[in-house]
């Protein structure tokens, strides 16, 4: 199997909870220190670009120093540096899946006694 028949498993998964979590909290917004409603997909964004940028500079120190390899049959041989592009589809994942989960539980109580 290949690395990116792998992430189409996982990344199916994840796009099903957030496809989920989307139409569940249709019309919910967050409110703003002014009392204007905003979505929170955008800090989703904002959160999996900043990921990306981590995740590209440390997946190249790591495959650099021979902490992780990849079997080069099971990669498309397209790369960012020296890290296989598949290797983006965790964080991108990690990035979706989190909020989605957050969005899709239930708010605890404030009242903790």
């Known amino acids: 199997m290949s690395y990116w028949a792998l992430n189409a498993i996982f990344l199916a998964v ?10 569940r909290t249709r019309g919910r917004s967050r409110l703003s220190a002014t009392g204007r409603a905003r979505p929170w997909w955008p ?29 080069d049959a099971l990669i498309s041989g397209a790369f960012i540096g020296i890290a296989p592009l598949e290797d983006f589809a965790y964080a991108i994942a990690a990035a979706i899946l989190l909020p989605s989960l957050w969005m899709l539980l239930p708010a605890r109580s404030k009242d903790v006694t």
């Open 14 to 23: 994840v796009a099903v909870v957030a496809v989920i979590a989307l139409l």
């Open 43 to 71: 800090a989703v964004l904002i959160g999996l670009g900043i990921l990306l940028v981590f995740t590209a500079v440390f997946d190249n120190v790591m495959i650099g120093v021979g902490l992780v390899g990849y079997d």
